[in-house]
């Protein structure tokens, strides 16, 4: 009895193994499987991470903000905006750190700068005429390459910040309607980060006088045209800049005004 046990232990010893083989080969078929599946995902991950952090190229992703057939206007959203701010930080209208996406009030500013230098209709709007513009515009000059000076262009409505012979940053600007602002070269003779207007009852942030109680200013509201009473109206996000940017006896250079173009 137990020579038979033990015949049908060593039996079913033998079957055993034979289960376990198939299963076996079915197990390493499976791992098999699973390796290549782990080596392509080793291999494709890297490339798609690689890819993520490339810089997105114009061609990889939206048009540029100039090539864009769309126009682009205060309020819009996206890539496309944040490619025409960092074209507009390479040409001078608008600061580094306000690449964001978003067309706001700032952006707005840069065009119409923009717009006013190039002597487009200054609309805030980058249409067909200001795409054209920006895709073949050159940074602005100055009128005369001083170690420092604000100079103002009444044609363009733009002003120009001048430091070492280059222009550091070109704003938006809005002067005189009622009484033009004058002509001429003048110096910086007072600075006020809050000046008090008794002739208006408004107070003027970060006024730079240079003649006969005129300033150039930070206001609220800029215009795309000549709107103030001889003062020069700077939009309150330009103004910090460019009144850091004028010490005492900095010149101030104001240019004669030309017809500017309506077109679009």
């Known amino acids: 009895m137990a020579t038979q046990l033990r015949r049908a232990g060593e039996g079913e010893r033998l079957v055993i193994p034979t289960a376990n083989s198939v299963s076996a080969r079915g197990i390493a078929r499976r791992v098999h499987r699973t390796l290549l599946a782990a080596v392509v995902i080793l291999l494709v991950l890297p490339a798609a991470a690689m890819a993520a952090t490339l810089p997105v190229t114009a061609s990889a992703a939206e048009p540029?903000?100039?090539a864009s057939t769309a126009d682009l206007r205060y309020g819009d959203r996206g890539r496309t905006v944040a490619s025409l701010q960092r074209r507009l930080v390479r040409l001078g209208y608008l600061e580094r750190s306000r690449i964001n996406g978003i067309f706001g009030k700032e952006t707005r500013d840069a065009v119409v700068a923009l717009q006013g230098w190039q002597q487009i209709?200054?609309?805030?709007?980058v249409g067909p005429q200001t795409r054209r513009a920006l895709r073949h515009a050159q940074a602005p000059q100055p009128w005369l390459?001083?170690?420092r000076a604000l100079e103002i262009d009444l044609a363009r409505q733009v002003l120009l910040v001048v430091e070492n012979g280059a222009v550091q940053r070109a704003v938006h600007a809005s002067t005189g309607a009622s009484s033009p602002t004058?002509?001429?070269?003048?110096t910086v003779v007072s600075r006020l980060r809050e000046s008090w207007s008794r002739a208006f009852q408004v107070w003027l942030p970060y006024a730079l006088y240079f003649h006969r109680g005129l300033a150039i200013h930070a206001f609220p509201i800029v215009p795309d045209q000549p709107a103030s009473h001889g003062c020069i109206r700077i939009p309150l996000e330009n103004a910090p800049f460019v009144f850091k940017a004028a010490p005492l006896g900095t010149p101030v250079l104001?240019?004669?005004?030309r017809r500017v173009s309506g077109r679009k």
Do not use: S
Request: aromatic share 10%.
């Open 254 to 257: 104001i240019r004669g005004a």
């Open 145 to 147: 390459r001083l170690r």
């Open 182 to 186: 004058p002509k001429g070269r003048f």
């Open 121 to 125: 209709q200054r609309d805030g709007v």
């Open 64 to 66: 540029p903000g100039w």
